[in-house]
């Protein structure tokens, strides 16, 4: 037996978050997607840096929210439809156990925003300025520091492929005497503060003046993994995200995806943020678990696409009330458990060749489900 004798040309429920953006779609929870585009039209549209905590249990979609506006073309679509120019979009896991958190999150900044990019885009920039602006103009102002500034202008102004990947190298920490000598640059960026004015440079140039990127938007996941670095590093990379917040004023917004621990409440934010980055998020948005009625919503949705004969809507499930079954027994609900259980229930259809899920199909394999209260 295979998933098209249950009328599904794939199974719905992922258990894990994809990083494929055909796979990447967003069902139910219109109003958490409303709220979330909310922010992001506020940072296309006006100037002032934010900073948005998305608060969440595990299982709660921060994930998948983050993966979903990086990774589709929705942003693109609500620049459209805002008629702005277009954002630069990045998710970012926050270091953990890691002895140098703050070059660990540089390294995978340059991951997600390659060299090349950072060229091409102060390309863009320099083809949008007005007479008498210039690029490197523009650089210095922002740039806060004499060795950061002469780098983004050997950026900008580079065509030589060796020196190109000297620049990489040197990025990545290469400080041999053949590539400092190449470059004429001193030792490369091991201070905290000079990868922030690196950043902070990068950022507050191709954003300016909104002409070619209306807004950079950064998603840090898994905040909350800061608690497995020591207070040393905790000090560092709370320290180096209020300083990077404080010298891109503008046009940078910064979602920070925490999950609590237990017992853990949002009055006690300030413990693991620090009080200078805690008070600056004063934006949340609240990824609550969702109500039967809204899971069920959430179900249609993810099963309409992967029907075969899309005038059976709920695929191999036999009605709502199968649903709301299922859901009654799970008990406490999150979006992860929800598609463990489902995802479940769809391979021990086809295992036991099973075409209509029924409620008296699982009652009898109840004790094949873990999330099932008993």
């Not at 890691?98 to 060229?119: A, H």
């Not at 853990?264 to 009080?275: A, K, T």
């Not at 949705?301 to 079954?325: A, Y």
Request: net charge negative; proline share 3%; glycine share 4%.
């Amino acid at each position: 037996m295979e998933l098209s004798d249950l009328n599904l040309k794939e199974n719905p429920f992922r258990i894990g978050p994809s990083l494929n953006p055909k796979d990447l779609v967003w069902a139910g929870f219109q109003e958490l997607k409303a709220k979330i585009e909310h922010r992001l039209k506020f940072s296309m549209k006006t100037s002032p840096s934010r900073i948005v905590l998305n608060w969440g249990r595990y299982g709660s979609g921060k994930t998948h929210a983050a993966n979903f506006f990086t990774k589709t073309s929705r942003v693109k679509e609500l620049s459209e439809e805002n008629n702005v120019e277009s954002t630069i979009n990045i998710k970012i896991n926050l270091p953990r156990t890691s002895k140098d958190p703050v070059q660990s999150f540089f390294r995978s900044f340059l991951g997600q925003i390659s060299l090349s990019e950072i060229k091409t885009q102060l390309e863009k920039v320099n083809d949008s300025l007005k007479e008498g602006e210039l690029i490197d103009d523009i650089i210095e102002m922002n740039s806060n520091d004499a060795v950061i500034s002469d780098l983004f202008k050997l950026i900008k102004s580079t065509n030589d492929k060796a020196q190109f990947q000297a620049i990489e190298s040197y990025l990545f920490g290469d400080n041999t005497k053949g590539t400092l000598v190449k470059l004429g640059l001193p030792s490369g960026l091991k201070d905290d503060e000079q990868i922030v004015n690196f950043i902070s440079t990068y950022i507050n140039c191709v954003t300016f003046d909104k002409r070619q990127c209306s807004c950079f938007v950064l998603w840090l996941d898994e905040f909350e993994d800061i608690d497995t670095l020591n207070k040393q590093s905790q000090d560092r990379i709370t320290t180096f995200f209020r300083q990077l917040f404080d010298k891109t004023p503008n046009h940078f917004l910064l979602f920070l995806n925490f999950t609590p621990k237990t017992f853990f409440n949002i009055e006690d934010l300030s413990i693991v943020l620090g009080e200078a980055l805690s008070t600056r998020a004063k934006i949340q948005i609240n990824f609550d678990a969702p109500s039967v009625e809204t899971a069920i919503i959430y179900l249609k949705e993810l099963i309409e696409p992967q029907l075969i004969d899309n005038s059976i809507k709920l695929g191999p499930f036999k009605d709502e009330s199968t649903l709301s079954f299922v859901l009654d027994s799970i008990g406490n609900l999150s979006i992860r458990k929800i598609n463990e259980v489902f995802s479940l229930l769809v391979e021990l259809a086809i295992l036991e060749e099973k075409e209509n899920i029924d409620i008296k199909f699982i009652d009898s394999m109840k004790i094949e489900i873990p999330s099932f209260e008993s």
